[in-house]
């Protein structure tokens, strides 16, 4: 019987915990074997990936799947033998049975690959019933992953692209299972606090169904904090009611991308400069902390806008929250792939340095090889 065996790293582990269940037998390795080889990966970890996959002399059959394979098949398919498309857990386990009895792959749907040097596709899968898949099996666990899918279409993300613009979520029940694994309860979701909803309009019923559930785990429960986030619009009252009445996170991950409206209506958002400002004070009057993202250098930024991103960033530190800066980066398979990053003025810099030294905003502002 052939080996089937998982690439692990720790950047692809929530991946691996998702899909491991669906196949009996396999087994984790930190280097290429022989048998059927599974890589997961995103775009900064492409190149090494090539690299290691190349320079294998192991008699395997490689496939690749995850954000950057999905995104881009034909290239990824110069090193691999198949690529699964989208979401896995349907389509993986059927290629692997139909490569152990000689099957066709194109029969498939969800699988690209290349024969008599032309690539294939064999169309895109229907979008998955989480309910129908564990989130993980033990003695691997990752954070249990309650929805999927988001219907903003934000020009940067890949998450619409690879898990389509319809939420998805799993249902309360199992949910309490599987969170019942871990001793600290943590989650993730395009947005939790969307859980239940469509995405645009929120369902608090269903999030305080979910949260009352877990809370009878007796655990810690930690909700729209990292490896999650929320959207600003999202953050009320109400939800915050919820946020400190059944968790023990005292900070908020709130996504807000860019303290300019320009910019923000530019990348599709859905929401301006107020909506984040409007969250953090609301945070801040229930006793949580919002931790905002902001991304610099987005396409077509002027230092303008680049500025009014840094007044909100030093608004939020001065309120009492705090600022994650991230670098734009390009991602394949989004609107603004092949998009240049904007440059970042020597004022900006200078002004996210001196922030960064008063402890309250982190991240990255520079291109990869620049921190490198």
């Known amino acids: 019987m052939t080996k089937i065996w998982f690439r692990w790293n720790r950047k692809n582990l929530n991946s691996i915990a998702s899909l491991m269940p669906l196949l009996p037998g396999a087994e984790l390795t930190e280097k290429p074997r ?7 990966f995103a775009s900064f970890q492409a190149e090494e990936v090539y690299r ?12 690749a799947g995850g954000p950057h394979p999905s995104a881009r098949p034909e290239e990824v ?9 989208g979401e896995g857990e349907e389509t993986l386990p059927r290629l692997i049975e139909a490569l152990s009895r000689g099957g066709d792959a194109f029969a498939i749907p969800g699988v690209a690959y290349r024969k008599d040097g032309l ?30 899918g988001c219907p903003w279409g934000c020009a940067y993300c890949q998450t619409p692209r690879l898990f389509g613009r319809r939420m998805r979520h799993r249902s309360v029940p199992l949910i309490t299972r599987f969170a019942a694994y871990h001793k600290d309860i943590r989650l993730t979701s395009p947005n939790s606090l969307a859980y239940g909803s469509d995405g645009v309009h929120p369902r608090l019923d269903r999030v305080e169904e979910l949260l009352k559930s877990l809370s009878e785990l007796d655990r810690p429960i930690y909700f729209g904090t990292f490896p999650s986030e929320v959207r600003p619009e999202f953050v009320t009252d109400r939800s915050l009611e919820l946020i400190t009445g059944y968790c023990a996170n005292r900070t908020l991950s709130i996504g807000g991308q860019s303290g300019s409206p320009e910019v923000l209506k530019r990348v599709g958002r859905g929401h301006g400069v107020e909506e984040i400002k409007t969250a953090c004070r609301l945070c801040l009057d229930h006793g949580l902390t919002p931790n905002v993202d902001l991304i610099l ?3 077509g930024e002027t230092a303008e806008d680049q500025m009014k991103t840094l007044e909100l960033a030093a608004w939020i530190i001065e309120q009492g929250g705090k600022v994650r800066a991230h670098y734009f980066t390009p991602l394949p398979g989004t609107p603004l792939e092949g998009s240049a990053p904007a440059p970042l003025t020597g004022e900006a810099e200078a002004l996210l340095g001196r922030l960064a030294l008063q402890g309250s905003l982190n991240g990255v502002w520079q291109p990869r090889d620049k921190i490198a």
Do not use: H, W
């Not at 022989?34 to 997961?40: A, D, K, N, Q, T």
């Not at 290691?52 to 496939?63: L, N, P």
């Not at 398919?77 to 498309?85: E, G, K, N, S, T």
């Open 34 to 40: 022989p048998g059927i080889m599974l890589y997961s």
């Open 297 to 299: 250098c987005l396409p």
């Open 77 to 85: 398919l110069r090193y691999f033998d198949y690529v699964v498309v």
């Open 119 to 148: 690539t294939y596709f064999s169309g895109a899968r229907e979008p998955v019933d989480l309910d129908c898949y564990p989130p993980f099996r033990p003695p691997l666990k990752a954070p249990v992953e309650i929805s999927r």
């Open 52 to 63: 290691e996959v190349s320079s294998s002399a192991v008699d395997a059959t490689f496939i």
